[in-house]
């Protein structure tokens, strides 16, 4: 069982917005520590989305975004797109178990 | 441009001992501020991180696995070396290498992993 807790799958259709949480607990998310988000499409390493919370790294579309708010974090993708399909992992950081950890991953369907 | 590589045995036996290399460009864990980083993940499972190395030769481990892993660097050849320890099945899985995006600012732990490596997979099986 994964410390962050994201829900196994989400699907939209092209051009909606979909959503894909993080929960964590007081001991990770919910400290200073930021949450960071992958995406990793079928077959390929993961690629940084999200880093510090709510910041994108040069490249990724502005269509991606990250939030945090208490012990959890979300990550929206808006005007989704077939080439989103992929699975997505949260990062942070758990003070109590002194270890970096993820998210299990969300598999997002595009329909 | 920053590119990192794995290397290393695609198959070990239970008991081996598993030694990954990451080979890197475009840094030096010379510099201040570089950090390089392993991780792992099982068929069909999620990311686990394995370990940290500083450019102060500086380290951090899993500490579930902690006993098991050594990372080393060779600066000289601008390598990581991974180490692990009496290799079970349960240890398949692909092994990646990424670049550590510190921050002096950001508490120990809390960075991203900005570059990855493409992965190199290792089965446990006799």
């Known amino acids: 069982q994964s410390v962050l807790t994201q829900p196994p799958s989400v699907s939209g259709a092209p051009g909606q917005r979909v959503t894909i949480s993080c929960t964590g607990s007081s001991s990770n998310i919910g400290t200073n520590y930021d949450v960071h988000w992958y995406q990793q499409l079928p077959g390929t390493a993961p690629k940084l989305l999200v880093y510090?919370?709510?910041n994108r790294p040069s490249g990724v579309p502005d269509r991606f975004s990250g939030s945090k708010s208490g012990t959890s974090a979300s990550l929206a993708i808006t005007g989704l797109q077939a080439e989103d399909e992929a699975d997505y992992y949260c990062?942070?950081?758990?003070?109590?178990?002194?270890?970096?950890?993820f998210g299990g991953g969300t598999k997002l369907t595009v329909l | 441009q920053i590119t990192l590589k794995e290397s290393g045995p695609t198959l070990v036996k239970p008991t081996q001992t598993l030694t990954l290399t990451c080979t890197f460009s475009?840094?030096?864990?010379?510099?201040?501020?570089?950090?390089v980083g392993w991780i792992r993940q099982s068929p069909g499972k999620a990311l686990e991180w394995l370990a940290l190395?500083?450019?102060?030769?500086?380290?951090r481990y899993s500490p579930s696995l902690k006993s098991r892993l050594t990372i080393t660097t060779d600066t000289s050849k601008d390598q990581v070396v991974l180490t692990m320890t009496n290799m079970d099945p349960v240890d398949t899985a692909t092994y990646y290498c990424?670049?550590?995006?510190?921050?002096?600012?950001?508490?120990?732990?809390?960075?991203?992993?900005?570059?990855w490596g493409q992965g190199t997979m290792v089965t446990v099986s006799s």
């Open positions: 990424a670049h550590y995006d510190y921050g002096p600012g950001t508490p120990p732990g809390g960075d991203a992993f900005d570059i």
């Open positions: 510090g919370n709510n």
């Open positions: 190395i500083y450019w102060t030769d500086g380290k």
């Open positions: 990062q942070s950081y758990d003070i109590s178990l002194s270890d970096v950890v």
């Open positions: 475009g840094f030096s864990l010379s510099t201040t501020g570089v950090v």
